[in-house]
Protein backbone atom coordinates (compact mmCIF):
# COMPACT_ATOMS: atom_id res chain seq x y z
CA UNK A 1 0.00 0.00 0.00
CA UNK A 2 1.35 3.38 -1.20
CA UNK A 3 1.35 5.65 1.73
CA UNK A 4 2.80 9.56 2.66
CA UNK A 5 6.09 8.34 3.77
CA UNK A 6 6.10 5.69 0.95
CA UNK A 7 5.58 8.72 -1.55
CA UNK A 8 8.32 10.71 -0.39
CA UNK A 9 7.58 14.74 0.30
CA UNK A 10 8.34 15.69 -3.27
CA UNK A 11 7.85 14.00 -6.82
CA UNK A 12 8.40 15.54 -10.17
CA UNK A 13 5.19 15.66 -11.98
CA UNK A 14 5.54 16.19 -15.63
CA UNK A 15 3.29 15.95 -18.98
CA UNK A 16 6.20 16.34 -21.30
CA UNK A 17 6.77 12.56 -21.85
CA UNK A 18 4.50 11.82 -24.88
CA UNK A 19 6.81 14.12 -27.00
CA UNK A 20 9.86 11.82 -26.32
CA UNK A 21 10.47 8.38 -28.15
CA UNK A 22 9.58 5.50 -25.30
CA UNK A 23 13.28 4.48 -25.06
CA UNK A 24 13.89 8.30 -23.85
CA UNK A 25 10.84 7.67 -21.00
CA UNK A 26 12.70 4.83 -19.92
CA UNK A 27 16.12 6.73 -19.51
CA UNK A 28 14.47 9.88 -17.96
CA UNK A 29 12.49 8.01 -15.44
CA UNK A 30 15.32 5.69 -14.56
CA UNK A 31 17.43 8.60 -13.82
CA UNK A 32 15.02 10.69 -11.40
CA UNK A 33 14.93 7.05 -10.09
CA UNK A 34 19.07 7.46 -9.33
CA UNK A 35 18.58 11.08 -8.31
CA UNK A 36 16.50 9.76 -5.54
CA UNK A 37 12.95 11.35 -6.40
CA UNK A 38 10.60 9.11 -4.38
CA UNK A 39 7.80 9.61 -6.80
CA UNK A 40 7.00 10.73 -10.68
CA UNK A 41 3.72 11.65 -11.96
CA UNK A 42 2.16 11.45 -15.64
CA UNK A 43 -0.96 12.68 -17.13
CA UNK A 44 -3.12 11.78 -19.61
CA UNK A 45 -4.84 13.99 -22.54
CA UNK A 46 -4.40 13.07 -25.94
CA UNK A 47 -1.02 11.66 -26.34
CA UNK A 48 -0.23 7.76 -25.14
CA UNK A 49 -2.42 5.94 -23.16
CA UNK A 50 -1.55 6.73 -19.07
CA UNK A 51 -2.22 3.00 -17.70
CA UNK A 52 0.37 1.76 -20.51
CA UNK A 53 2.62 4.69 -20.03
CA UNK A 54 2.68 4.01 -16.24
CA UNK A 55 4.09 0.15 -17.05
CA UNK A 56 6.60 1.38 -19.10
CA UNK A 57 7.79 3.57 -16.32
CA UNK A 58 7.85 0.84 -13.40
CA UNK A 59 9.05 -1.80 -15.82
CA UNK A 60 12.14 0.85 -16.73
CA UNK A 61 13.03 1.24 -12.97
CA UNK A 62 12.90 -1.19 -9.29
CA UNK A 63 12.22 1.65 -6.36
CA UNK A 64 10.29 4.72 -7.72
CA UNK A 65 6.80 4.89 -7.48
CA UNK A 66 4.31 5.69 -10.71
CA UNK A 67 1.58 7.64 -10.27
CA UNK A 68 -1.58 9.16 -12.63
CA UNK A 69 -2.04 12.71 -12.67
CA UNK A 70 -4.63 11.53 -13.71
CA UNK A 71 -6.81 8.77 -15.36
CA UNK A 72 -9.56 9.38 -17.15
CA UNK A 73 -12.65 7.87 -16.04
CA UNK A 74 -14.27 8.67 -19.01
CA UNK A 75 -11.46 7.54 -21.21
CA UNK A 76 -12.56 3.69 -20.23
CA UNK A 77 -15.20 1.77 -18.61
CA UNK A 78 -15.08 0.78 -14.60
CA UNK A 79 -13.45 -2.88 -15.69
CA UNK A 80 -10.89 -1.82 -17.46
CA UNK A 81 -10.01 0.98 -15.11
CA UNK A 82 -9.98 -2.07 -12.71
CA UNK A 83 -8.19 -4.21 -14.33
CA UNK A 84 -4.93 -1.98 -15.31
CA UNK A 85 -4.66 -0.80 -11.55
CA UNK A 86 -4.94 -4.10 -10.54
CA UNK A 87 -2.69 -5.51 -12.86
CA UNK A 88 0.22 -2.73 -12.34
CA UNK A 89 -0.37 -3.07 -8.56
CA UNK A 90 0.24 -7.23 -8.91
CA UNK A 91 3.38 -6.46 -10.72
CA UNK A 92 4.71 -3.73 -9.23
CA UNK A 93 3.95 -4.18 -5.40
CA UNK A 94 3.52 -0.77 -3.80
CA UNK A 95 4.68 1.07 -6.50
CA UNK A 96 1.35 2.24 -8.99
CA UNK A 97 -0.81 4.82 -7.54
CA UNK A 98 -3.88 5.36 -10.05
CA UNK A 99 -4.96 9.20 -9.60
CA UNK A 100 -8.81 9.45 -11.53
CA UNK A 101 -10.86 12.51 -12.34
CA UNK A 102 -13.31 13.67 -14.88
CA UNK A 103 -10.89 15.61 -16.39
CA UNK A 104 -12.52 18.68 -18.93
CA UNK A 105 -15.62 18.84 -20.90
CA UNK A 106 -13.39 20.09 -24.24
CA UNK A 107 -11.34 16.86 -23.65
CA UNK A 108 -14.06 14.37 -23.30
CA UNK A 109 -15.56 15.88 -26.17
CA UNK A 110 -13.10 14.71 -28.52
CA UNK A 111 -13.38 11.24 -27.24
CA UNK A 112 -17.18 11.20 -27.85
CA UNK A 113 -18.55 10.61 -24.45
CA UNK A 114 -20.75 12.95 -22.17
CA UNK A 115 -19.48 15.67 -19.47
CA UNK A 116 -22.47 15.94 -17.08
CA UNK A 117 -22.49 15.96 -13.76
CA UNK A 118 -18.49 15.14 -12.58
CA UNK A 119 -19.41 14.47 -8.94
CA UNK A 120 -22.35 12.41 -9.73
CA UNK A 121 -20.15 10.54 -12.68
CA UNK A 122 -17.12 10.38 -10.56
CA UNK A 123 -18.87 8.32 -7.51
CA UNK A 124 -21.07 6.00 -10.19
CA UNK A 125 -17.31 4.94 -11.60
CA UNK A 126 -16.02 4.05 -8.07
CA UNK A 127 -18.64 2.30 -7.11
CA UNK A 128 -18.33 0.14 -10.32
CA UNK A 129 -14.81 -0.31 -10.11
CA UNK A 130 -15.21 -1.76 -6.39
CA UNK A 131 -18.06 -3.77 -7.78
CA UNK A 132 -15.83 -4.87 -10.61
CA UNK A 133 -12.95 -5.76 -8.74
CA UNK A 134 -15.04 -7.50 -6.46
CA UNK A 135 -17.17 -9.53 -8.89
CA UNK A 136 -15.70 -9.31 -11.73
CA UNK A 137 -11.79 -9.36 -12.20
CA UNK A 138 -10.10 -12.84 -12.15
CA UNK A 139 -6.61 -12.47 -12.92
CA UNK A 140 -3.87 -12.90 -9.78
CA UNK A 141 -5.05 -10.05 -7.75
CA UNK A 142 -2.42 -8.07 -5.96
CA UNK A 143 -1.45 -8.95 -2.40
CA UNK A 144 -3.00 -5.54 -0.61
CA UNK A 145 -5.72 -3.17 -2.46
CA UNK A 146 -4.00 -0.84 -4.19
CA UNK A 147 -4.56 3.25 -3.64
CA UNK A 148 -6.25 5.68 -5.48
CA UNK A 149 -6.57 9.44 -4.94
CA UNK A 150 -8.75 12.04 -6.58
CA UNK A 151 -8.46 15.06 -8.89
CA UNK A 152 -10.39 17.44 -6.55
CA UNK A 153 -10.63 20.96 -6.31
CA UNK A 154 -14.30 22.15 -4.80
CA UNK A 155 -15.13 20.90 -1.13
CA UNK A 156 -17.57 17.90 -2.85
CA UNK A 157 -14.96 16.42 -4.50
CA UNK A 158 -12.65 16.58 -1.99
CA UNK A 159 -15.62 14.92 0.36
CA UNK A 160 -15.68 12.33 -2.21
CA UNK A 161 -11.84 11.93 -2.47
CA UNK A 162 -12.18 11.54 1.54
CA UNK A 163 -15.11 9.27 1.54
CA UNK A 164 -14.56 7.00 -1.64
CA UNK A 165 -10.66 7.25 -2.01
CA UNK A 166 -7.14 7.39 -0.32
CA UNK A 167 -7.22 11.04 -1.02
CA UNK A 168 -6.99 14.10 -3.51
CA UNK A 169 -4.34 15.16 -6.41
CA UNK A 170 -4.83 18.61 -6.93
CA UNK A 171 -3.89 21.10 -9.75
CA UNK A 172 -2.83 24.43 -10.16
CA UNK A 173 -3.19 25.53 -6.79
CA UNK A 174 -2.22 28.37 -4.30
CA UNK A 175 -1.19 26.94 -0.58
CA UNK A 176 -4.11 28.07 0.41
CA UNK A 177 -6.19 25.88 -1.48
CA UNK A 178 -4.03 22.94 -0.10
CA UNK A 179 -4.62 24.08 3.84
CA UNK A 180 -8.23 24.14 2.76
CA UNK A 181 -8.05 20.82 1.37
CA UNK A 182 -6.48 19.18 4.19
CA UNK A 183 -9.31 20.52 6.71
CA UNK A 184 -11.79 18.80 4.39
CA UNK A 185 -9.78 15.40 3.94
CA UNK A 186 -8.92 15.27 7.66
CA UNK A 187 -5.95 13.15 8.80
CA UNK A 188 -5.31 9.65 7.23
CA UNK A 189 -6.05 10.55 3.93
CA UNK A 190 -3.49 11.57 1.04
CA UNK A 191 -3.20 15.16 -0.50
CA UNK A 192 -0.78 15.45 -3.40
CA UNK A 193 -0.84 19.33 -4.70
CA UNK A 194 1.37 19.77 -7.87
CA UNK A 195 3.44 23.03 -8.23
CA UNK A 196 4.60 24.24 -11.63
CA UNK A 197 8.18 26.26 -11.40
CA UNK A 198 10.30 28.10 -14.26
CA UNK A 199 13.82 27.88 -13.12
CA UNK A 200 15.03 30.89 -14.22
CA UNK A 201 16.24 34.01 -12.19
CA UNK A 202 15.05 36.66 -15.02
CA UNK A 203 11.69 37.22 -14.28
CA UNK A 204 10.21 38.93 -17.54
CA UNK A 205 11.94 35.56 -19.47
CA UNK A 206 10.57 33.28 -16.73
CA UNK A 207 7.24 35.16 -16.84
CA UNK A 208 6.82 35.11 -20.45
CA UNK A 209 6.63 30.63 -20.33
CA UNK A 210 4.68 30.53 -17.02
CA UNK A 211 1.79 32.39 -18.57
CA UNK A 212 2.25 29.71 -21.65
CA UNK A 213 1.27 27.56 -19.42
CA UNK A 214 -1.17 29.23 -17.16
CA UNK A 215 -2.94 30.50 -20.03
CA UNK A 216 -3.89 27.16 -20.69
CA UNK A 217 -5.58 26.23 -17.65
CA UNK A 218 -7.42 29.97 -17.20
CA UNK A 219 -9.72 28.83 -19.99
CA UNK A 220 -11.14 26.26 -17.95
CA UNK A 221 -13.69 27.20 -15.14
CA UNK A 222 -12.63 24.52 -13.21
CA UNK A 223 -9.57 25.99 -12.78
CA UNK A 224 -10.86 29.67 -12.67
CA UNK A 225 -13.98 28.91 -9.92
CA UNK A 226 -11.69 27.47 -7.74
CA UNK A 227 -9.21 30.40 -7.74
CA UNK A 228 -12.27 32.42 -7.12
CA UNK A 229 -12.52 30.64 -3.78
CA UNK A 230 -9.40 31.58 -2.99
CA UNK A 231 -9.37 35.56 -3.77
CA UNK A 232 -8.68 35.63 -7.47
CA UNK A 233 -11.29 37.01 -10.04
CA UNK A 234 -11.30 38.28 -13.69
CA UNK A 235 -8.52 40.72 -13.72
CA UNK A 236 -6.29 38.22 -12.46
CA UNK A 237 -7.57 35.81 -15.07
CA UNK A 238 -6.95 38.03 -18.12
CA UNK A 239 -4.02 38.31 -20.31
CA UNK A 240 -2.86 34.63 -19.16
CA UNK A 241 -2.74 36.05 -15.44
CA UNK A 242 -1.87 38.95 -13.71
CA UNK A 243 2.40 38.92 -11.55
CA UNK A 244 0.16 38.28 -8.57
CA UNK A 245 -1.58 34.82 -9.86
CA UNK A 246 1.59 33.75 -12.49
CA UNK A 247 4.01 34.31 -9.47
CA UNK A 248 1.74 31.89 -7.56
CA UNK A 249 0.79 29.26 -9.53
CA UNK A 250 3.91 29.51 -11.52
CA UNK A 251 7.04 30.81 -9.08
CA UNK A 252 10.38 31.34 -10.89
CA UNK A 253 13.88 31.29 -9.74
CA UNK A 254 16.70 29.13 -8.30
CA UNK A 255 16.11 26.00 -6.61
CA UNK A 256 16.03 27.87 -3.20
CA UNK A 257 12.93 29.52 -4.32
CA UNK A 258 10.99 26.89 -5.46
CA UNK A 259 12.58 24.46 -2.46
CA UNK A 260 10.54 27.78 -0.01
CA UNK A 261 6.82 26.77 -2.54
CA UNK A 262 6.99 23.38 -1.91
CA UNK A 263 7.80 24.09 1.97
CA UNK A 264 4.58 26.10 1.90
CA UNK A 265 2.72 23.28 0.80
CA UNK A 266 3.83 21.00 3.70
CA UNK A 267 3.74 23.44 5.87
CA UNK A 268 -0.23 23.24 4.82
CA UNK A 269 -0.88 19.75 4.95
CA UNK A 270 0.33 18.23 1.90
CA UNK A 271 1.67 14.72 2.07
CA UNK A 272 3.84 15.45 -0.74
CA UNK A 273 4.07 17.81 -3.29
CA UNK A 274 4.41 17.15 -6.92
CA UNK A 275 6.81 19.37 -8.81
CA UNK A 276 6.27 20.33 -12.75
CA UNK A 277 8.98 22.01 -13.92
CA UNK A 278 8.30 23.85 -17.32
CA UNK A 279 10.74 23.95 -19.89
CA UNK A 280 11.32 26.65 -22.51
CA UNK A 281 11.00 23.59 -25.25
CA UNK A 282 7.26 23.24 -25.95
CA UNK A 283 8.03 18.94 -26.49
CA UNK A 284 11.44 18.81 -24.01
CA UNK A 285 11.99 17.24 -20.88
CA UNK A 286 13.57 19.00 -17.96
CA UNK A 287 16.25 16.90 -17.16
CA UNK A 288 18.70 18.95 -16.50
CA UNK A 289 16.01 21.18 -14.18
CA UNK A 290 15.18 18.02 -12.67
CA UNK A 291 18.95 17.48 -12.05
CA UNK A 292 19.51 21.14 -10.57
CA UNK A 293 16.53 21.14 -7.85
CA UNK A 294 17.12 17.65 -6.83
CA UNK A 295 19.31 18.69 -4.00
CA UNK A 296 17.07 21.76 -2.59
CA UNK A 297 13.72 19.39 -2.80
CA UNK A 298 15.24 16.09 -1.66
CA UNK A 299 16.61 17.77 1.44
CA UNK A 300 12.88 18.88 2.78
Known amino acids: MVDGSALGRVGIWSGQFDFSPAGVVREAVAELEELGYPTVWTGEVKGREVLVTAGLMLAATSRITVATGIAQI ?3 NPLTMTAGQLTLAEAHPGRFLLGLG ?3 AELMQIRGVP ?14 MDRMAAEQYRAVPPGDAPPRV ?13 DR ?9 PPEHTAAARKVLGSGKLLVPEQAFVLDTDAERARELARRHTGSYLRL ?3 TNNLR ?16 LVDMIVPHGGPEVLARRV ?3 LDAGADQVAVQVLDYDRRGLPRRQWREIAPALLAL
Do not use: C, I, W
Open 74 to 76: LAR
Open 263 to 265: AEH
Open 115 to 128: YTKPLGQMAAYLAE
Open 229 to 244: RHGYGDDDFANAGSDR
Open 102 to 104: VSH
Open 221 to 223: PNY
Open 165 to 173: ADGAHTYFV
Open 150 to 162: LAALGPKMLELAR
